[in-house]
T-cell receptor, first 113, second 111 residues
Framework: KNQVEQSPQSLIILEGKNCTLQCNYTVSPFSNLRWYKQDTGRGPVSLTIMTFSENTKSNGRYTATLDADTKQSSLHITASQLSDSASYICVVSAKAGGFKTIFGAGTRLFVKA | DVKVTQSSRYLVKRTGEKVFLECVQDMDHENMFWYRQDPGLGLRLIYFSYDVKMKEKGDIPEGYSVSREKKERFSLILESASTNQTSMYLC??????????FGQGTRLTVV
């Protein structure tokens, strides 16, 4: 069964600290993995996208890693800011005939001053 | 910039009402999607469309229908709204296999 599991479910950190969010998946055959940021009351916005051959991709203070062998991805946030408070959603796509996209439940991050 | 626009940010409807949620995209994307998002469950796909007048059921289509008469517009219809359809509804569009762009969401409350 195609699944995407994220941990932790929620996280509180102090402004300026780093944090890492995890995503484990069992989606097959793997096509790509994306991380989205969703501010409260808004639609998700794409942060990074990685294909099978990519191990790491950065977008400013956000760095995503992918280990296709262990089917794990992480999103590392450096020097967190109050505006990083949001939900972070891991999304994995499979390609078998058409595309199937599986969403994780998200990690709710709260950055406090 | 891609723009996906949902007609309402907030809606309050009564049980049994017929509800229309509208979504318009301006990037000529062939694929459009409707999701609902509930706490702890993440995004769940209701219906999607890969071409005008074409529609496919997602994971939770029961109680919903959709309409795509024009490429840029994808409507979600609740034939008879129920309280368990209170949720955040998100529309998205994409090219085949590419990143999905989301609208700002419609928070629907059924009372």
């Amino acid at each position: 069964k195609n699944q995407v599991e994220q941990s932790p479910q929620s996280l509180i950190i102090l402004e300026g600290k780093n944090c890492t969010l995890q995503c484990n998946y069992t989606v097959s055959p793997f096509s790509n993995l994306r991380w989205y940021k969703q501010d409260t009351g808004r639609g998700p916005v794409s942060l990074t996208i990685m294909t099978f051959s990519e191990n790491t991709k950065s977008n400013g203070r956000y760095t995503a890693t992918l280990d296709a062998d262990t089917k794990q991805s992480s999103l590392h946030i450096t020097a967190s800011q109050l505006s990083d408070s949001a939900s972070y959603i891991c999304v994995v796509s499979a390609k078998a005939g058409g595309f199937k996209t599986i969403f994780g439940a998200g990690t709710r991050l709260f950055v406090k001053a | 910039d891609v723009k996906v626009t949902q007609s309402s940010r907030y809606l309050v409807k009564r049980t049994g009402e017929k509800v229309f949620l509208e979504c318009v995209q301006d990037m000529d994307h062939e694929n459009m999607f409707w999701y609902r998002q509930d706490p702890g469950l993440g995004l769940r796909l209701i219906y999607f469309s890969y071409d005008v007048k074409m529609k496919e059921k997602g994971d939770i289509p029961e109680g919903y229908s959709v309409s795509r008469e024009k490429k840029e517009r994808f409507s979600l219809i609740l034939e008879s709204a129920s309280t368990n359809q209170t949720s955040m509804y998100l529309c998205a569009s994409s090219f085949e296999g590419s990143e999905a762009f989301f609208g700002q969401g419609t928070r629907l409350t059924v009372v």
